[in-house]
């Protein structure tokens, strides 16, 4: 009779994904993820094929996570204006990465080992940004818009999880300033 199955590749990746958040990504060893899961380190081979294959999925699961973090506020029906829309978006994704550091720098400063990453994990996290941006720009420029909403976004969000904003003031106040000029700038002229 087989050995019954003693834990899972979810189980697996929550592990690694657990593991990114308390150690870094330098913490996310292959025995330190079978610790976690309660098996010793040659199971885990049986879920995923090496620690890089382990880290892809452990991104593309950090993704799926964004994405369903963003979705309520995408929704047009819930929130009509397209530009409410986008300042929500980017206030998301700012509170995944202070509720997620890890998970954060592993999806939008990517080490080597999420080169592998499915394109399609990317693509469904950017989907409802890069819907709202049409709406608001329209279609030739939704790409563009959406860029220069993340860039902004993520640089501010790196400066305030490094620790960068010394010279006092309110950092929320200085993000919803930013992203409110920005957004106002996206918004074609009428």
């Known amino acids: 009779m087989p050995t019954p199955d003693r834990t899972s590749q979810a189980e697996i990746v929550a592990a690694a994904l657990a593991l990114v958040e308390s150690d870094g990504l330098a913490g996310v060893t292959m025995s330190a993820v079978a610790q ?6 040659p199971s885990l081979y049986k879920r995923v094929r090496d620690r890089d294959h382990l ?3 452990a991104a593309e699961s950090a993704l799926a996570d964004l994405a369903a973090r963003i979705a309520d506020h995408a929704d047009p029906a819930r929130h009509p204006d397209p530009a409410e829309r986008l300042t929500a978006l980017a206030a998301d994704l700012r509170a995944f990465a202070r509720d997620r550091p890890g998970s954060y720098r592993l999806v939008f400063a990517p080490p080597a080992e999420i080169a592998g990453v499915d394109p399609g994990a990317f693509a469904r996290a950017s989907a409802p940004l890069l819907a709202v941006a049409a709406e608001l720009v329209g279609e030739e420029d939704a790409l563009e818009a959406a860029r220069t909403l993340t860039a902004w976004a993520t640089g501010f969000i790196a400066m305030e999880l490094a620790g960068s904003f010394q010279l006092g003031g309110d950092v929320d106040r200085a993000f919803k300033y930013g992203l409110t000029r920005l957004v106002t700038a996206l918004r074609p002229a009428s």
Do not use: F, P, S, Y
Not at 36 to 41: E, L, P
């Open 36 to 41: 976690r899961v309660g098996v010793r380190a």
């Open 55 to 57: 880290i892809r999925l």
